[in-house]
């Protein structure tokens, strides 16, 4: 898949699926009528989450080990604690062990742990993304003009400050390859029209609000997140899908260090990705192919998602 060499080498065959696409992280695999287990009802996908990594719209190399399954877990314990939120998982996809389940018989063995079986939605090409506190991309628009998706904001903030309000920063969602743009709500508007575009907007606004509390509870900052929703072709529900309030899709932070700190490092101690991305951008002028990850980094990342998993879902 393009220049993300990585792909091809993680794919595995699985009895019973039919590989269709990969994206950075994940690979996407439709019922095939062949091979020696039944297929997949119509209208299911298999969503397998790989250990790639990705940073600046690239993947890295190494894989991060055990990431894939970590992100469906954290995943699925997510929609199951929104359960009340119309979500892409098959019916009997169940995270309980001991609930029979048609999904236990059609994920392959192979994948188990790192799959979800989901039906196949009319994604919207947004990125839904709530920010409750100013980082990122946001930062930088912000630095620039002191606005985020053209929503003017108070001056004087500093970066990981947090904003008065969690405020709907969309994206438009960019080929395989290319960088994702935050656009302004009206640009949401004329791509998906008006309805659509509150649904999408109240939605997230009230999934992040949630998270965000729940969080909140296990000492965590949710300081923003990306949901990406689709609309079920048979029901024309709007639900959540891909993953949700990942590590991968998330910032989180630590609240005590976040209270403590006194410099932007002190304050984002961060519990996702942005360990990957800080050591690419203090090495790597974003021209040509990143470079190797070092081993150190890679067990970082690694240990602060197993944190993150733990701190969330531990009660
Ligand atoms: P890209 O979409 O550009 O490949 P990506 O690199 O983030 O972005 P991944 O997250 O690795 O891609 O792959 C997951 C893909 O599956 C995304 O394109 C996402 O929109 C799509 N997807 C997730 N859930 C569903 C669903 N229920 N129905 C249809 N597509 C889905
Ligand atoms: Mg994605």
């Not at 039919?18 to 994940?26: A, D, F, L, N, Q």
């Not at 979800?116 to 090409?125: G, N």
């Not at 150190?296 to 733990?310: G, H, K, P, S």
Request: proline content about 7%; some cysteine.
């Amino acid at each position: 898949v393009g220049d993300n060499g990585a792909v091809t080498s993680t794919l595995r065959d699985l009895p019973g699926w039919k590989h269709v696409y990969s994206g950075k992280v994940r690979d996407l695999y439709r019922p095939d009528g062949e091979g020696d287990r039944p297929p997949g009802p119509a209208g299911t996908m298999l969503v397998v989450a790989s250990d790639r990594v990705s940073a600046f719209d690239h993947v890295l190399s190494p894989g991060i080990p055990g990431k894939g399954e970590l992100l469906t877990t954290l995943s699925l314990w997510w929609f199951d604690t929104l359960s009340d939120v119309p979500n892409h998982l098959q019916p009997d996809h169940t995270i309980d062990e001991n609930v029979p389940s048609g999904a236990r018989d059609l994920i392959p063995g192979d994948v188990s742990g790192r799959a979800m079986l989901v039906r196949t939605l009319e994604m919207f090409p947004i990125e839904c993304v709530v920010r409750g506190y100013i980082t990122g991309t946001g930062w930088l628009e912000y630095q620039e003009s002191g606005t985020v998706c053209g929503i003017a904001l108070p001056a004087g903030l500093s970066n990981g400050d947090r904003l008065p309000e969690p405020l709907f920063t969309p994206a438009f969602k960019a080929e395989l390859g290319e960088h994702d743009e935050n656009i302004t709500f009206e640009r949401v508007v004329e791509i998906v029209g008006v309805e659509d575009a509150e649904a999408l907007r109240a939605l997230s606004l009230s999934v992040y609000d949630r998270a965000a509390r729940l969080a909140e509870s296990r000492g965590l900052i949710l300081a923003d997140t990306k949901f990406e929703f689709g609309r079920d072709p048979v029901t024309g529900v709007i639900a959540l899908a891909d993953e949700v309030l990942t590590s991968d899709s998330s910032r989180y932070w630590d609240a005590e260090a976040w209270n403590a700190g006194s410099t932007p490092t002190e304050r984002m101690a961060s519990f996702d990705k942005q360990i990957v991305r800080d050591w690419l951008a203090a090495n790597w002028d974003k021209t040509g192919t990143p470079p190797e990850l070092p081993a150190e980094i890679v067990e970082r990342t690694a240990a602060r998602y197993r944190e993150l998993l733990e701190r969330v879902t531990s009660v």
